[in-house]
């Protein structure tokens, strides 16, 4: 009697599955299943990078906070299409991860069609960064995929840091070429052509592996199981860092800062050859007060000009307005943000 029980659970938990994996296809789009902030297609796997965006991709950006499937163009380098066309000056907006790709906004209302809109110089601006990339990534990218054909008169440096400066290690490194990330399986996996970080797997997830991106049902279940590992993590990460001692976080952001100090000097030697001018911007992040960067300017080396126009403009831009998923740029802070460096850039080109 026992053993037919439980034969009949079993067969009825199998069906219930089977069901409820044929529900989740048909009516669940991947892209609301996984949450993800792109429609499928926008990733391609990429020996050097891990993966890079898909050149001449069109499809769209979704995200619960203030982005409704927006439109999105991608040109054949896989970058959001340059602002001007056959103009003497060339300005390139290097860095600044998804803020300065723009994520959730019309390709029209990006900080270099702004740009390019309301400076008063004949200019060509293209911006080289990705949603996940740092500076150093998005410095070879430039050099693969943007240099031959648009070597820059005036470099911005757009500095955006999501992170506390403990963090720079990790984010920021010197100029040596990025290679393949070091079993990448363990890092992300693509599912119909999109990146899906391993990081919401937990333990569980990570064990089976690719597996788990092949069933709806088995995805969710470890998928929750790792919701609970990452609200652990957090819990004993705090104690640990209250326990650390102040001496180790001071000597990892000392490490950071002098990596990051390297690879911005790297940098300005390399356009500065170049006879490229080069300035440093430090982007608003809503997340952090108008004085966070004041103690960190100094990590700038000389020879590079640093503008912060995150404390400039602090007090002009609301967290509830002026931001969209997870405190990205809304077209309103796009489009003062690109107004202030189209500005600035008249100055810097006026005065050559």
Not at 225 to 236: K, M, P, Y
Not at 271 to 297: C, H, K, T
Request: charged fraction near 25%.
């Amino acid at each position: 009697m026992l053993a037919k029980n439980i034969g009949a659970f079993a067969l009825a938990l199998i069906i219930a599955v089977i069901g409820a994996e044929i529900f989740l296809r048909l009516l669940v789009p991947v892209e609301i299943f996984q949450a993800t902030w792109f429609s499928r297609g926008v990733h391609t796997p990429n020996d050097k990078y891990g993966y890079v965006f898909t050149p001449d991709y069109e499809g769209m950006m979704r995200h619960a906070d203030g982005v409704w499937y927006e439109p999105i163009t991608l040109d054949g380098r896989g970058m959001r299409t340059a602002a001007g066309t056959d103009n003497p000056t060339n300005v390139l907006l290097l860095g600044g991860r998804s803020m300065m790709f723009c994520y959730g906004v019309a390709d029209e209302d990006t900080v270099h069609h702004v740009v390019e809109r309301e400076t008063q110089s004949d200019v060509r601006v293209d911006a080289v960064a990705w949603p996940g990339f740092n500076l150093n990534q998005s410095f070879h990218l430039y050099r693969d995929l943007v240099e031959p054909e648009f070597p820059p008169d005036l470099v911005v440096i757009c500095w955006y840091l999501p992170a506390a400066p403990v963090g720079w290690a990790d984010a920021h490194t010197d100029l040596t070429e990025p290679q393949e990330p070091p079993d990448a399986a363990e890092i992300f996996h693509f599912m119909d052509d999109l990146v899906v970080s391993s990081d919401r797997l937990g333990f569980v997830g990570r064990a089976i592996g690719a597996p788990v991106f092949r069933s709806r049902v088995l995805y969710g279940t470890v998928r929750q199981a790792g919701l609970a590992e990452s609200n652990i993590d957090l819990v004993t990460g705090a104690i640990r860092k209250r326990t650390s001692g102040r001496q180790d976080q001071r000597a990892r952001a000392e490490e950071g800062t002098e990596r990051f100090r390297t690879t911005l000097t790297g940098l300005r030697d390399y356009f500065l050859e170049r006879d490229a001018e080069v300035l440093v911007v430090v982007i608003p992040n809503g997340a952090r007060s108008a004085q966070w960067y004041d103690p960190m300017m100094w990590i700038v080396p000389e020879g590079i000009e640093v503008w912060n126009l995150h404390k400039e403009l602090a007090d002009s831009l609301d967290s509830r307005e002026d931001f969209l998923a997870n405190l990205h740029y809304a077209p309103s802070a796009t489009e003062l943000i690109g107004k202030r460096l189209a500005k600035r850039i008249d100055q810097m080109l006026g005065s050559r």
